[in-house]
C-alpha cells in the first residue's frame, strides 16, 4: 500500500473538516449524546460522513471506525482500518475555546501506520508515516518542518497532559490517584479535553508527556505515532488501560511516578511468565534525505518514498 498517498489524503480531509468546523461555528447544532454528559453537533456528523465518503470512494477494501458512527466500510477484519474524531474537542467548541481538532489514522491491525492530526483554529496540520518521522504543515504552500520532541526537564519542571474517556467517572478510584500523584509529581497538569492539542503541543515541544486513561481508540493511537516518530517512549499497563507516551526520560520518571510497567511486572510475575522489554523510539530518528520534485507530494509534503511504503 502507498502510504505517501494515503497521507495526504488524511491531510487533505483533515484541513477540510477543520475548515468545516470553523465556518460553522456561529450556527453550530447541538444535541445531547448518550446517557452522559456528552455533546455532538451538526458538525461531528457532518464532518464525520464527508470523510467516510471519501475514504470508501479510495478504499473500499478498508475498514473505518469513526466516533459518531461506529464501524463502517469494509467488514472490521479488514486488514487496514482507519480511525476517525471528526470534531475531537467538541465540548471546547461549543464553549468557543480555539480548543478543537480532528484526529485520522490508519492501522494495519493494530499497528498504526499513518496518522494526521490537524489544530483546526490554527489551521496547523501535524502528521506522521510509520519510519518516515513526525511533521508540521502550515498551509498548503509552505514546506513541513520535521518535528523532534523538546530536551529533558526534571520531572518537577515538567507540564504533562491528562486525558480521559467519556466513560470514566468522577469516583473512578484509579483515575484519582493518578491525577493525584501527577498534580504532586510534576510541575503542572494540563487538562484540555482535546487530545489533539494535547499531541500538537507535544510534538513541538511544550509538554513532556500525554498520560492517557481508558482514552477513546480515535484520538489515541494516531498521536501515539506522532510521538514515536518524534523521538517519544510509551509504557503502557498490563489492561491496556493506562498509557504514558513522550520524553524518554519523562516517561520512565512518570513510569516510577504512577507505577506503570510495576504493575505489568506483578502481573506477569503472578503467572510465572518472562517480562516483557518495553518499547521505546529512539530519541533522535535518522534524518530524512532532501526529495527531488518528482518526488515531491502534492501540498507541500517531502517524506522518503521507500520508508513510506510498506
Not at 502510504?3 to 460553522?24: H, K, P, Q, Y
Not at 489514522?105 to 490537524?118: F, S
Request: hydrophobic fraction near 40%; proline fraction near 5%.
Amino acid at each position: 500500500m502507498d502510504l505517501r498517498s494515503a497521507a495526504e489524503l488524511a491531510i487533505t480531509l483533515a484541513r477540510e473538516a477543520g475548515d468545516f468546523a470553523v465556518a460553522e461555528h456561529d450556527t453550530v447544532r447541538i444535541e445531547a449524546k448518550g446517557t452522559g454528559a456528552d455533546l455532538v453537533t451538526h458538525v461531528d456528523r457532518e464532518a464525520e460522513a464527508r470523510i467516510v465518503q471519501a475514504l470508501r470512494e479510495r478504499y473500499p477494501e478498508h475498514a473505518i471506525l469513526g466516533e459518531e458512527e461506529g464501524e463502517q466500510g469494509a467488514a472490521a477484519g479488514a486488514r487496514h482500518r482507519w480511525l476517525i474524531d471528526p470534531l475531537d474537542g467538541t465540548h471546547n467548541y461549543v464553549l468557543g475555546l480555539d480548543v478543537y481538532g480532528v484526529c485520522i489514522t490508519l492501522c494495519e491491525g493494530d499497528r498504526p501506520l499513518v496518522a494526521v492530526v490537524h489544530d483546526s483554529p490554527r489551521r496547523r496540520t501535524f502528521w506522521a508515516i510509520a519510519g518516515a518521522g513526525t511533521w508540521l504543515s502550515q498551509g498548503e504552500d509552505e514546506e513541513p518542518r520535521r518535528l523532534l520532541l523538546g530536551a529533558e526537564v526534571p520531572l518537577d519542571r515538567t507540564t504533562v497532559a491528562f486525558t480521559q474517556g467519556y466513560e470514566v467517572g468522577h469516583d473512578d478510584e484509579r483515575r484519582n490517584d493518578l491525577f493525584t500523584s501527577l498534580e504532586r509529581g510534576t510541575k503542572r497538569v494540563l487538562r484540555s479535553w482535546a487530545p489533539s492539542s494535547d499531541w500538537g503541543l507535544l510534538v513541538t515541544g511544550q509538554l513532556g508527556a500525554m498520560v492517557a486513561y481508558r482514552n477513546e481508540i480515535w484520538d489515541l493511537v494516531g498521536g501515539t505515532l506522532l510521538a514515536e516518530e518524534a523521538g517519544g517512549a510509551v509504557r503502557t499497563d498490563p489492561a491496556g488501560e493506562l498509557i504514558v507516551v513522550g520524553r524518554p526520560q519523562t516517561v520512565q520518571e512518570l513510569d516510577a511516578l504512577l507505577g506503570v510497567t510495576r504493575a505489568a511486572a506483578e502481573a506477569r510475575l503472578s503467572e510465572d511468565a518472562p517480562l516483557p522489554e518495553q518499547k521505546e523510539a529512539p530519541s533522535s530518528p535518522a534524518p530524512s534525505r532532501v526529495l527531488d520534485e518528482a518526488e515531491r507530494v502534492p501540498g507541500g509534503i517531502d517524506i522518503d518514498p521507500e520508508a513510506a511504503r510498506s
